[in-house]
C-alpha cells in the first residue's frame, strides 16, 4: 500500500497540495492521509476526487508518537508529531511502512506531503 501524507494551512489551494505532490514525487498511489480535523477541507476533497482516490482521516492518537525525518515545533506542539505530511503517511500505511519520500514543501509553502509505501508480507 502506498499513501500519500498531507499537511497544510487553512485555506491552502488544490493546486498547492498537487505541488506538493508533485514534489515528493506523486507516482501510483492508494490513497491520501491527513489529520481527521483536515480531512473534509474542500482543497483535499477536490484533489482526492480528481486523483480518484480515498482520504483517511487519521485521528490524533494515530499520529501523535510517530517518528518523522523532519521536524517542525509547531507541527509537534500541535499534533504531537514531527511533521504532519510525514507521520500520516506512515500510520496511513499501516505497521511495517517506511518513507519513501520525506516531507516536501508547495512552492507557495502553504503544503506539505510525504509518502509511505507497506509491502504485504
Known amino acids: ?3 500519500a501524507g498531507l499537511g497544510f494551512r487553512r485555506g491552502t489551494s488544490a493546486a ?10 506523486g ?8 489529520a481527521a480535523e483536515k ?5 483535499l476533497r ?3 476526487e ?13 499520529l501523535a508518537g510517530v517518528p518523522t525525518a523532519t521536524h517542525s515545533p509547531r507541527v509537534v506542539a500541535r499534533f504531537g508529531t514531527g511533521s504532519l505530511a510525514e507521520a500520516a503517511a506512515l500510520a496511513g500505511a499501516g505497521p ?12 507557495d509553502r502553504t503544503a506539505t506531503a ?8
Open 1 to 3: 500500500m502506498r499513501v
Open 16 to 25: 498547492a497540495l498537487g505541488d506538493a505532490l508533485a514534489r515528493a514525487g
Open 27 to 34: 507516482g501510483r498511489l492508494d490513497a491520501l492521509a491527513t
Open 39 to 43: 480531512a473534509t477541507a474542500p482543497a
Open 46 to 48: 477536490h484533489l482526492a
Open 50 to 62: 480528481a486523483m480518484n482516490l480515498p482520504i483517511l482521516a487519521l485521528p490524533p492518537e494515530a
Open 96 to 107: 511495517g511502512a517506511r518513507l519513501i519520500a520525506p516531507r516536501t514543501v508547495s512552492a
Open 114 to 121: 510525504a509518502i509511505a509505501e507497506r509491502i504485504p508480507s
